[in-house]
């Protein structure tokens, strides 16, 4: 008998962060009145009545769908992004659906045949995503903020987030450019992901597809959007890149290859929830109100809230080891993120959604009273 030789997973992945606080997260769970969870950020609310009703009505589809799916679904993302975000002469030949943007931005060096020898960056404080899917692909990481600390080397892509998780962090539309700028004249591929782009409280958010950021040319350029955050539809798993049409163009090649493809039902719902942005602003007024709640408590309770611009998310340390904090937090019943799954310099921070309930958020308001 044939025996499959296998590396293992703990060889070619990290702990997976959320298994390393199951002791908080019991400990939480433990309190009288129940769970607080905001260590992640998963949508709660109801999917909006469009995205269900589109999908009811694509239903019956028994065919293959396309990788490329249909021109009417990159043209409601093409839509969207000039009517939101003042993006201007991107055509649907630069648009790529995906089965989410987790499995994109996981996949997409090896996608785009890198490995080893291969340098990727990444933000100092990042989704982890990035660094596991350039390591999986074999290449090297180099986390930083600061193109002066990258070295020598052209790194093969850049992936910058903003506003980013965990801090929140509003990139300006001057540093997007200058990262532009600076990529291009290494040959070096800027990955942008924009999954929190309808989401900024304190800033304005800018696509690297502006044309203040990218000079009219999406050369050398992707921006990842999901509507896991933006419509409710994390359990659809949709979301797109655009930008350089070569880069788009390979990467649709490869997917053929690969069976890539949304499902049908879920293309339909996707554009039906591009096109309406009525159910967005409740949705963002929701969160506003949630946050607003979150951050009043949390700094009365002795906290500092440090970015949060932006996001679903409030970055907050007591000044001290965000592994301790989390445990101040567990004792009661509220769980958070440890600021170190996303980088040594989130040490000392905890991250916390307010993508919860109105009811968990209040009942954390009360718990940091007491």
């Known amino acids: 008998m044939t025996h499959v030789r296998l590396g293992g997973v703990s ?16 400990l939480a769970e433990s309190h009288p009145e129940g769970l607080v969870d905001l260590s992640i950020g998963t949508p709660v609310d109801d999917t909006p009545a469009v995205a269900q009703d589109a999908l009811r009505a694509a239903a019956n589809s028994p065919g293959y769908p396309t990788v490329f ?10 839509d969207w992004l000039e009517r939101r975000f003042e993006v201007s002469g991107l055509k649907p030949s630069q648009v790529l659906p995906t089965m989410g943007s987790k499995e994109l931005i996981a ?22 995503t990035y660094e596991v899917g350039a390591r999986f692909a074999g290449c090297d990481v180099i986390a930083t903020d600061s193109t002066v600390a990258v ?4 790194p093969a892509i850049i992936f910058i987030n903003s506003p980013g998780n965990p801090s929140g962090k509003i990139l300006g539309i001057d540093h997007l450019r200058k990262v532009v700028e600076w990529a291009r004249e290494r040959g070096t591929l800027v990955v942008s992901d924009e999954c929190y782009l309808e989401f900024a409280w304190e800033d304005t958010p800018y696509s690297v597809l502006h044309p203040s950021v990218c000079g009219g040319s999406f050369d050398g350029i992707l921006a990842v959007h999901s509507l896991s955050k933006r419509s409710n539809l994390a359990g659809y798993r949709d979301a797109f890149v655009a930008g350089d049409q070569a880069i788009v163009t390979e990467l649709l090649e490869v997917r053929k290859h690969l069976g890539s493809m949304v499902p049908t ?7 039906a929830a591009l096109g309406d942005d009525e159910h967005v602003k409740i949705q963002r007024k929701a ?3 949630r946050r607003y ?12 809230v440090e970015h949060s611009e932006g996001s679903l998310f409030l970055w907050v340390t007591r000044g001290e080891n965000g592994r301790k904090t989390i445990d ?38 009360k718990r940091l009273a007491s």
């Open 11 to 26: 060889a070619r992945f990290p702990d997976f962060p959320w298994d390393t606080i199951a002791d908080a997260k019991a």
């Open 69 to 78: 799916g249909p021109e009417s679904l990159r043209q409601a993302a093409v």
């Open 107 to 128: 996949t997409l060096p090896i996608q785009l045949g890198l490995g080893a020898g291969d340098l990727v960056v990444v933000p100092e404080l990042a989704y982890p």
């Open 151 to 154: 070295g020598p080397k052209a």
């Open 265 to 271: 039902p879920i293309q339909a719902a996707m554009a």
């Open 287 to 289: 969160y506003a109100m």
């Open 293 to 304: 709640d979150l951050r009043t408590a949390i700094e009365a309770a002795g906290f500092t």
């Open 328 to 365: 101040w937090l567990a004792e009661r019943g509220i769980l958070g993120a440890p600021g170190d799954f996303y980088g040594a310099a989130g040490a000392n921070y905890v991250r916390l959604s307010f993508m919860a309930k109105e009811e968990r958020i209040a009942a954390a308001v």
